[in-house]
């Protein structure tokens, strides 16, 4: 990719930002050489990596890389086993120590998913429950199975190498007492030294303390003295090392401990030489692993730079663009990662399908330049391997070179060497451009006399054209946007413009051309309406005619847009209702049930008072034993309300049974293997057994083999054996598995909202809510997990792969949410 693309598309700002993600010295050294590739394979694997970089980011936090730096040159004197120093060895052991904690991040993204919570034994007694419960192992794989698996099985942190140096060297100028045997010994002699040399010197400081000029203890040449003062010397016996700077006072080491000093200094060679062992001893240790320990410096500061494209992905909120070699661009809601996210107004552009030239027109300030640098720099991010900022499903071609002719200066006053400047460049683009080329031009002619600059634009675009290079160039002319509309192949597009607000709204309309403001902007300006009119009065029929087709299409437009939007809202409001219709008849339905069962209930209870009633009053007239007729009419009527009773609570007791098969079999119809369903039971199972004369026969769910009436099956067309988990009980009574299944399909709900969690925590509990779907027999259900940076999306898509029982999954349609959900099918 020529170098001069790369700065007019501000490449390197780009790269800077992504530099400032990156954590270590070398994976800074990796971003400043990244370069566009042209290498389809090799664009997929570096985006793969970015992707995998994003969900391990998403799902396990971040990582960091500093302390990553190029030891290179001591791995080549460890080469030669020459000693290394104590901050070599330091350097070395920064490698290893990220090393490590990169191994520790891998295993922790390659742990088990935490198991489910254990189900009732009815449940899991469920065959096809059982079957469908996820492999560990399986789910191991899974989590460790992305693009930078490999680089982390290929880290080695000689952990045991690296804790010894550790352990040995406190910093670059101190080794630790016990990093040997030999060490240890010689500073202890050498702290005792030092303790009688203390004492001895405390000793002369309290008994000579008037031929001091202080009383302190001090340091000469590696030697303890005393400040003696000058006129005092010769009462002092002892060695002289150093005087001050007037002379007054001698620093003399008093005799006495002369001995003491040389036998530190001794110690202190001795002490240097078990260092030295320690360090030679260390270095020994690493020299085996050297071709590991720069195989480690690879691929760590290829992680950290994986690493901070995830995190430049994220910031800018980009998603990974799809890469074809058919040099198609399909940019959606893209956003020019430069421009205040804030304030920057999204494009969809295309280019190579139906067109392989777009014209873009529009006002001064209009976004014009922005679109271009928006394609561009797409380019030039997603052939590097990085993300865009734009919707998911964005495409980009594979370019072998991007031109670019894009100049700052964009007013009237350009001269004839702004002219030459961007013709000496067209020339160069011409030369070098072919059909796998793309090319950018803004205001492609201008800087000279209009007549001429169009027709050199059209003719240079019309070159480009024959040569099936993309292009998309910018312009005023009105000449180019009538080549644009009669050239097959040629698409004009437009920058919307508000001539209400004198404003751009910056929005890319592909497919109809800009139409000249200049009239409408000097009018609420304040030009005077007679000089417009004039001015319009200039122009040719043609201009006139073209200018109101233009302002005709652009009427038709907003007005098509409008009406567009009014009919998606409809079909929202369609679906809204259509939902609020299915709920509320669902709510009827068990509103019916509740209340027949209700009115049964309160009946039952009418009857039973009117019994004790009349039992009261029966025991009554007999105590009185006054009229034997009146005995008899109440010993009638509490018999009818005794009958009434007893009919009322069998038809309670009937409402609350399992009901009956709905097609009777016939035993002789039966056969050994066939799928019935158990209606008592409320399951299906297969034929164990054919009936006996009693027309008993013997039934297998799963590991269940029960008695049944042939009265109570019958047959269904699917051979598959499943049931909601209950346990045989006795006839027309559910059992308490059964009861947890109907608790399950009533409170379980169609739809989980997973927005606002992070994927830590999401994922459990989606985990335990599509378990309960499941069991509750829904055939789907609805994830929303919103739209965001999309990692939690994929982090649900990624485990929705690994469950067994998930049928399929999509992203929701029109009305029903669109890429913010996920509609999950279940397998039957």
Do not use: W
Not at 438 to 443: A, K, P, V
Not at 527 to 534: A, G, K, N
């Amino acid at each position: 990719m020529n170098e001069k693309v790369l700065h007019t598309l501000e490449f390197n700002k780009i790269k800077d930002r992504l530099t400032d993600c990156a954590s270590s010295q070398e994976g800074r050294k990796l971003v400043q050489a990244l370069l566009p590739s042209t290498d389809l394979a090799e664009i997929d694997r570096n985006l793969a990596e970015t992707d995998a970089a994003m969900l391990r980011i998403g799902l396990y936090g971040t990582l960091s890389f500093s302390g990553v730096k190029d030891v290179r040159d001591s791995l080549k004197r460890l080469e030669i086993a020459a000693s290394l120093s104590a901050a070599e060895l330091l350097s070395i052991s920064g490698v290893l120590t990220v090393a490590g904690r990169a191994k520790a991040y891998a295993r922790d993204s390659e742990k088990t998913p935490e198991a489910p919570k254990p189900v009732p034994r009815a449940v899991r007694l469920n065959a096809h429950y059982t079957k469908n419960q996820p492999d560990p192992e399986k789910l191991r794989e899974d989590a460790a199975d992305d693009a930078l698996s490999p680089y982390f099985r290929d880290i080695e942190p000689l952990s045991p190498v690296n804790k010894e140096i550790i352990r040995c060297i406190l910093s670059e100028d101190e080794i630790a007492d016990d990093a040997s045997a030999g060490l240890f010994s010689v500073r202890k002699k050498k702290h005792a030294l030092e303790e009688r040399i203390h004492t001895t010197l405390n000793g002369i400081l309290n008994g000579s303390r008037a031929l001091l000029q202080d009383a302190v203890i001090t340091m000469r040449d590696g030697r303890y003295c005393l400040p003696v003062k000058a006129e005092y010397k010769s009462s002092f016996p002892g060695m002289v090392h150093d005087q001050s700077a007037t002379g007054s006072t001698l620093f003399i080491e008093p005799m006495n401990i002369v001995k003491l000093n040389n036998d530190i200094r001794e110690l202190e060679a001795d002490e240097k030489k078990e260092i030295e062992k320690v360090l030679d001893t260390l270095s020994g240790s690493l020299m085996p692993y050297t071709n590991e320990i720069r195989r480690n410096i690879e691929i760590l500061a290829h992680l950290d730079f994986v690493f901070a494209k995830a995190k430049l992905a994220a910031s800018m909120r980009a998603t990974r663009p799809v890469l074809n070699d058919h040099y198609y661009i399909n940019i959606l809601q893209g956003r020019h990662p430069l421009i205040d996210p804030k304030k920057v107004v999204p494009i969809t552009v295309y280019l190579g399908k139906e067109f392989d030239l777009l014209v873009i027109t529009g006002p001064n300030t209009g976004g014009k330049t922005v679109c271009l640098k928006t394609i561009g720099l797409f380019q030039l991010m997603g052939q590097s391997g990085l993300f865009i900022p734009a919707a998911e499903g964005s495409e980009l071609g594979v370019f072998e070179e991007i031109f670019a002719d894009i100049g700052d200066e964009q007013s009237i006053e350009q001269n004839l060497s702004t002219f030459s400047a961007h013709m000496t460049n067209t020339v160069r683009i011409l030369s070098e451009a072919d059909s796998h080329s793309l090319c950018l031009f803004d205001e492609l002619g201008a800087g000279t006399d209009p007549t001429e600059g169009a027709a050199l634009a059209m003719a240079i675009l019309n070159f480009l054209h024959n040569m099936k290079t993309r292009t998309v160039a910018t312009t005023h002319y009105a000449e180019i946007k009538v080549y644009a509309l009669s050239t097959e192949g040629v698409e004009n597009a437009s920058c919307e413009f508000d001539v209400n607000t004198l404003s751009p709204t910056y929005r890319l309309l592909i497919g109809v051309p800009g139409k000249s403001n200049a009239f409408a902007i000097s009018q609420k300006l304040g030009l005077p309406s007679y000089i417009i009119e004039d001015a319009k009065s200039r122009l040719e029929n043609e201009d006139v005619k073209f200018e109101d087709v233009i302002a005709s299409l652009e009427e038709s437009r907003v007005t098509v847009e409008r009406e567009r939007e009014e009919i998606a809202r409809y079909k929202a409001e369609i679906e809204e209702y259509k939902r609020r219709a299915r709920e509320n008849s669902r709510g009827v339905e068990k509103g019916r049930d509740k209340i027949l069962q209700k009115a049964r209930e309160e009946a039952a209870q009418i009857l039973a008072d009117a019994k004790e009633t009349a039992d009261s009053i029966v025991k009554e007239l007999r105590k009185q034993e006054q009229n034997g007729a009146a005995v008899f009419e109440a010993d009638q009527t509490r018999s009818t309300l005794n009958k009434k009773l007893r009919e009322t609570q069998a038809s309670l007791s009937a409402a609350q049974k399992v009901k009956g098969p709905a097609q009777p079999v016939s035993a002789k119809s039966l056969r050994i293997g066939d799928t019935v369903h158990v209606a008592s039971m409320n399951l299906n199972a297969t034929v164990s057994t054919l009936p006996d004369r009693n027309g008993k026969l013997y039934v297998t769910a799963g590991i269940i083999r029960t008695q049944v009436s042939v009265r109570d099956i019958e047959l269904v067309d699917t051979g598959k054996v499943s049931g909601p988990g209950l346990e045989p009980t006795k006839k027309g009574k559910k059992s308490h598995a059964g009861n947890i299944r109907m608790q399950k399909t009533m409170s379980i709900s169609p739809e989980i909202n997973l927005i606002g969690q992070t994927t830590a925590e999401a994922i459990p509990e989606l985990q335990k809510y599509l378990d309960d779907a499941y069991l509750a027999h829904l055939p789907q259900v609805r994830v929303v997990h919103g739209r965001g940076t999309g990692v939690l999306r994929k982090a649900v898509h990624a485990q929705l792969k690994k469950l067994k029982y998930v049928d399929s999954f999509r992203l929701g349609e029109f009305g029903e949410g669109q890429d913010g959900v996920t509609i999950v099918m279940f397998k039957k």
